[in-house]
């Protein structure tokens, strides 16, 4: 396995093992993160003190013009219940996303190391986040690294129903007016694929990066 120095390099992805690790080690510097990116490759990892640097194959992701939306959240949608913001709260939303609990998952991903460098490429401009209110509560909302065309997901959250769901159709609506081709959402869930999310080979997802 390879295994990352000071230099602010990464292997091929190609090279990634079967379960899709591309190299370990290395630092949390936000030049390495963002390269990281624009590489097809992401942190994901249980500490601080052992880094993992992923590029699975296949790749979950959605295209702006395949979101599903039900009619339920259609429904939702026109009540207004909720209010949508991008970028207000983006510190609150990674505090939350690592936070709120989800069924069968005991503990989370996003490490300190993770919250301090994705704050600090918000303040770059390069990561965003999606907010859902409710009676001016946060409860729901998304954030990713943004890449021009294609917007990596990082994790959502909800604590009231269907807020994810408003987020994410929020974020689409707000890429496909700017011509973005994708969202990456590195890995399948099912949450993900009711609403329109598909594997794709990892050579096809790099084609989109370059």
Same mark, same amino acid.
């Given at each position: ?70 009619? #339920?959240?259609?429904?939702? %949608?026109? /009540?207004?219940?909720? !209010? ?7 510190? =609150? ?76 159709? #929020?974020?689409?609506?707000? %890429?496909? /007016?700017?011509?973005? !081709? ?7 869930? =099912? ?20």
């Amino acid at each position: 396995m390879y295994r990352l120095t000071d230099a602010l390099l990464f292997p091929s992805p190609e090279q990634a093992s079967a379960e899709g690790i591309v190299a370990v080690g290395g630092d949390l510097q936000p030049e390495r993160v963002m390269l990281a990116y624009q590489k097809g490759i992401f942190p994901w990892f249980e500490s601080d003190d052992f880094l993992l640097w992923w590029s699975p194959d296949p790749r979950m992701v959605l295209f702006p013009d395949r979101l599903k939306i039900s009619k #339920s959240m259609r429904t939702v %949608l026109r /009540k207004k219940q909720f !209010e949508v913001t991008f970028n207000r709260a983006f510190d =609150q939303v990674v505090e939350a996303c690592a936070k709120v609990k989800r069924f069968g998952q005991n503990g989370t991903w996003i490490t300190p190391g993770l919250m301090e460098v994705y704050s600090t490429l918000h303040t770059q401009g390069h990561a965003h986040s999606v907010e859902v209110w409710e009676e001016g509560s946060l409860v729901g909302g998304l954030y990713g690294i943004d890449l021009g065309t294609v917007f990596c997901g990082e994790s959502m959250f909800s604590k009231s129903s269907n807020a994810s769901k408003v987020a994410l159709i #929020s974020l689409v609506k707000e %890429l496909k /007016k700017n011509k973005y !081709e994708l969202i990456d959402c590195q890995v399948p869930t =099912q949450h993900l694929a009711s609403m329109g999310a598909e594997p794709i080979s990892r050579t096809e997802f790099l084609t989109f990066l370059s």
